[in-house]
């Protein structure tokens, strides 16, 4: 059985979805009824989470964390660390945005935001987003795995968080990686 960090997060911009939302996108941003995983900016240019997103989501959300007697302790934080100059029109898309169910197609889809338990969406240094994660949830670094597009944000790893780097948008071979290598470090303290 595949053991699940407290917190994952995830970066946006060409981590989730591919993009930069402070340089392609001009608000306001709508859905065209009940389109699911597509959004459009205010010249029709789409925005969509890459495809393995929704289940990746799925996935972590239905995890549930143990405690030593094997009882279900707590959920799995799923945040989002973006340093975007543009994070209204993040927090905007992340509410339009409509996650399929992919095992269940007949489940109601949510909209994005309701995925993310934390957000870290604003300028500045990926270390100041995990030290406010940190203070807010009580959760040591060592139970952080992050993702992220941009190699120069693995400065994260001095505070202890599993830097997972996403050359090409997130897909499921990367997610797997980043479990592995953050219960490899796991088994090494």
Not at 46 to 75: M, T, W
Not at 129 to 150: N, V, W
Request: net charge negative.
């Amino acid at each position: 059985m595949l053991v699940y960090p407290q917190l994952i997060a995830f970066d946006l911009d060409y981590t989730l979805w591919d993009l930069w939302i402070d340089t392609h996108v001009r608000g306001p941003l709508r859905r065209e009824k009940d389109t699911l995983n597509e959004v459009l900016d205010r010249h029709g240019y789409k925005i969509s989470f890459y495809d393995a997103v929704p289940q990746i989501l799925h996935k972590i959300q239905e995890q549930c964390l143990k405690n030593e007697d094997g009882r279900e302790d707590s959920k799995v934080i799923i945040a989002a660390c973006s340093r975007t100059h543009a994070p209204d029109l993040a927090h905007q898309c992340l509410r339009l945005l409509l996650v399929p169910h992919i095992e269940d197609v007949d489940a109601t889809p949510k909209a994005a935001i309701e995925f993310f338990d934390e957000l870290e969406i604003y300028p500045g240094s990926k270390i100041k987003h995990f030290k406010s994660l940190h203070e807010r949830t009580g959760i040591p670094y060592a139970q952080m795995l992050f993702f992220d597009d941009e190699s120069r944000n693995a400065e994260v790893e001095k505070l202890g968080v599993t830097f997972v780097h996403v050359p090409r948008g997130m897909t499921l071979e990367t997610f797997e990686q980043g479990m592995r290598e953050w219960g490899r470090r796991r088994s090494l303290d």
